[in-house]
């Protein structure tokens, strides 16, 4: 069976936390995600929105630039780990901060830019694409 496409058109920021919702309820059971688009496309933004979803003051989420990755507390005391992997120049950089620890953990980790890391990104990750629309609005578009 082949690969189904999934697609959320997310209109503006007042969408943005039905659209968390949408995306947390199509894709449950997937713990790493994977976050490609464009500066500016709103990775961060939707991350804080999931948080939102999730019982996460939207407030505390920002984006892990320099420490790599920022860890959040859902309303049900589970983590979710935030990464972003802008700055990365190697590899080992992901890897000396535990990366693979982080992954097994089972807790929902949300990453930034992994096209920097895409070698290590295990097999289930699932890989969404944010893209600008010319009106401005954001598609969030993913295969499973």
């Given at each position: 069976?082949?690969?189904?496409?999934?697609t959320?058109?997310?209109?503006?920021?007042a969408?943005?936390?039905s659209?968390a919702?949408?995306?947390?309820?199509?894709?449950?059971?997937?713990?790493i995600i994977?976050?490609?688009?464009s500066?500016?496309?709103?990775?961060?933004?939707?991350t804080?929105?999931?948080?939102?979803?999730?019982?996460?003051d939207?407030?505390?989420?920002s984006?892990?630039?320099?420490?790599?990755?920022n860890?959040?507390?859902?309303?049900s005391?589970?983590?979710?780990?935030h990464?972003?992997?802008?700055r990365?120049d190697?590899?080992?950089?992901?890897?000396?901060?535990?990366f693979?620890?982080?992954?097994d953990?089972?807790?929902?980790?949300?990453?930034?830019?992994p096209?920097?890391?895409?070698?290590?990104?295990?097999?289930?990750?699932l890989?969404?694409?944010?893209?600008?629309?010319?009106?401005?609005?954001?598609?969030?578009?993913?295969?499973?």
């Open positions: 069976m082949p690969p189904m496409e999934h959320i058109i997310i209109k503006d920021l969408a943005i936390d659209a919702r949408q995306f947390l309820s199509e894709t449950s059971g997937h713990n994977a976050l490609y688009g500066m500016g496309a709103g990775k961060t933004t939707f804080a929105a999931l948080c939102r979803a999730l019982g996460i939207g407030e505390s989420v984006s892990p630039t320099f420490a790599l990755v860890e959040y507390r859902t309303r005391g589970g983590s979710v780990f990464f972003d992997f802008y990365i190697k590899i080992a950089e992901a890897l000396d901060i535990g693979y620890e982080y992954i953990s089972g807790c929902l980790c949300i990453m930034e830019w096209e920097n890391i895409e070698e290590i990104l295990p097999e289930e990750t890989r969404v694409h944010i893209a600008v629309l010319p009106d401005g609005s954001r598609s969030l578009t993913w295969q499973d």
